[in-house]
């Protein structure tokens, strides 16, 4: 039994989404004539409680449109020290966007809190100083280990924001998991920010695609700077008909990966190699010594981990994880910590 516990990216198109894709209307999505593209993007936008959103072909490119929506070449964007926009997306928002990022020390799991926040903002002071045009969040927290951010430090973020006249985005990769893992609906957090990515290629199971979402009038730019990037694509409706499926299908079900992730923590914890308590959604992360070691010995009975550091590691579960594999996961890694001595 192969398992891949290393990403939620890793998941397979079922037969059903792949049935979905086969059967997709599709056009010229560039002349935005693709028919499946249009309504997952009008199903999206609608969800969160905006104007319009943006199917893109990856959640880096999302974000990298979001943040040149908010923030001109030079000027700056804060965010956390963890955040994927800083640490997983190569340099794009200074190499593509000419954008400043100053980042604030990420606190334990990644939790945002706005007080924490507002001694960073920087405003526009004359041509001796960078001025800061808008903050970035992370929700759930990647890095922090799928942490859900609360939503008053969000609804401080967004008065700090509309006080000062910054943007605010969110990294949204899997707001799915924070609204199912928090009860706050999308369009509650849609309500607290100006630009947001969302992908549906993580818990959601599909094989590509990711969205911008905000106002009509910063779609239509989102619109240029895709196509700038090279993201504009022609018959995207068979990527997009992967996503409406999964909207449709596989939303309900990440309570089942949250629940196997809390059990696979606890089965873990004994063992010293985690904090069952700190898992909120699907992601646990591991400190091993030597996990290297751990990873490899787990490899070779078909179960793969991700190693982040010389002692840290990250396990997923997703839509190809089910209640009997993750036993099976269970058994490897405990008998590989014991065999081991880790
Ligand atoms: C996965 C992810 C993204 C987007 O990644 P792509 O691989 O470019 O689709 C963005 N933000 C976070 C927090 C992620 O986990």
């Known amino acids: 039994m ?3 516990l290393r990403s939620d990216t890793v998941t397979r198109p079922t037969a059903a989404m792949r049935q979905a894709m086969a059967n997709a209307d599709v056009g010229d999505d560039v002349y935005g004539e693709d ?6 993007e009008a199903l999206v936008a609608d969800m969160f409680g905006h104007e319009a959103a943006l199917f893109t072909p990856s959640g880096s490119m999302a974000n990298q449109i979001a943040l040149q929506l908010l923030v001109a070449p030079g000027d700056e964007l804060l965010l956390d020290s963890e955040a994927h926009v800083v640490s997983h997306e190569v340099g794009a928002a200074a190499a593509i966007g000419g954008i400043s990022t100053r980042t604030w020390p990420s606190p334990p799991r990644g939790r945002v809190a706005a007080d924490l926040v507002s001694d960073y903002v920087r405003p526009a002071a004359g041509f001796h100083t960078v001025a800061t045009r808008a903050i970035a969040v992370e929700n759930t927290h990647n890095r922090g280990g799928g942490t859900v951010q609360a939503l008053d430090e969000l609804r401080g973020l967004r008065e700090l924001t509309g006080a000062a006249g910054l943007g605010l985005h969110c990294d949204g990769a899997r707001i799915w998991n924070a609204s199912v893992a928090s009860g706050v609906s999308f369009a509650e957090y849609g309500a607290l920010f100006d630009t947001m990515s969302v992908c549906l290629s993580k818990g959601l199971g599909a094989p590509v695609g990711s969205l911008v979402i905000a106002s009509r009038d910063r779609i239509a730019r989102a619109k240029v700077l895709r196509k700038r990037m090279g993201g504009g694509m022609r018959q995207a409706g068979i990527l997009a008909a992967a996503g409406v499926h999964a909207l449709d299908q596989h939303l ?3 309570a089942d990966d949250h629940e196997r992730a809390a059990a696979l923590a606890a089965a873990l914890e004994p063992y010293g190699v985690t904090d069952a308590s700190t898992v909120e959604t699907n992601i646990v ?8 070691e751990l990873a490899a010995a787990a490899a ?10 010389p002692t840290s590691g990250r396990l997923l579960t997703h839509l190809d994880v089910d209640d009997a594999k993750l036993k099976h996961a269970i058994a490897v890694l405990t008998g590989s910590l014991e065999s081991h001595g880790l």
Do not use: C, K
């Open 285 to 292: 992360l591991l400190r091993v010594p030597r996990i290297a």
């Open 300 to 309: 070779e009975q078909g179960v793969f981990i991700s190693v982040m550091g």
């Open 2 to 4: 192969l398992l891949d």
């Open 252 to 254: 309900a079900r990440l």
């Open 35 to 40: 028919p499946t593209v249009n309504a997952l």
